[in-house]
Structure formats: C-alpha cells, structure tokens
C-alpha cells in the first residue's frame, strides 16, 4: 500500500476515534480541546484527519479524558475505564441505527 494512503487513513481513524471519544463525552470540540489545553483549531484538524496528534498532544488527551495512547493510535480499547468504553460503544450503536 502506498504510504501516504495509509498515513491518510491512519489520520482519519485516528479522528474517528477521537470523534467518537468527544461524543461520547458530551462535549464539543472546542470544550475537548480546552480540557486538554489544546487550541480548538489543532484539535480540529486531528478529528478532520488533517493532522495526527503528536505524542505530547495526545498525552494530554489521554490525561484530559482518561483515554489510552493505545485507544488513540491503536484503536485498543482494552485500557479504556468500563464507563468509557460502554459510552463509545453507545455512541457506535447509535450512529449505525441511523
């Protein structure tokens, strides 16, 4: 596969799951963002699949919303809270049903 269609796609799954991260949440992008001390401009490009999050970026995700680098990069949802995980999934179900 050609590179730079995988770092595509790896930007654009990785913004999918910080979409999904946000809405399962509640909040909006500009508040995910603040949390994490991110511009909300930044933060939107890593959702839009423009840009990934650097490691220091995504720590702070990770401190912010008590995810995983794992969940982030990986789509690892083992180290997810119970509580978190039951709400990406939620999140999940209901964007299928519509």
């Given at each position: 596969?050609?590179?730079e269609?995988?770092?595509?796609?790896?930007?654009?799954?990785?913004?999918?799951?910080?979409?999904?991260?946000?809405?399962?949440?509640?909040?909006?992008?500009?508040?995910?963002?603040?949390?994490?001390?991110?511009?909300?401009?930044?933060?939107?490009?890593?959702?839009?699949?423009?840009?990934?999050?650097?490691?220091?970026?995504?720590?702070?995700?990770?401190d912010?919303?008590?995810?995983?680098?794992?969940?982030?990069?990986?789509?690892d949802?083992?180290?997810?809270?119970?509580?978190?995980?039951?709400?990406?999934?939620?999140?999940?179900?209901?964007?299928?049903?519509?």
């Amino acid at each position: 596969m050609d590179d730079e269609i995988f770092e595509g796609r790896e930007k654009a799954n990785i913004g999918a799951r910080l979409e999904l991260t946000r809405n399962a949440v509640g909040l909006d992008q500009q508040t995910f963002a603040f949390h994490a001390g991110l511009k909300a401009s930044t933060y939107n490009q890593y959702e839009n699949g423009i840009n990934q999050p650097q490691i220091s970026a995504a720590n702070a995700l990770c401190d912010a919303h008590r995810i995983t680098l794992d969940w982030i990069y990986r789509g690892d949802m083992s180290g997810l809270s119970r509580t978190t995980h039951d709400a990406i999934f939620a999140v999940r179900k209901v964007r299928r049903e519509i």
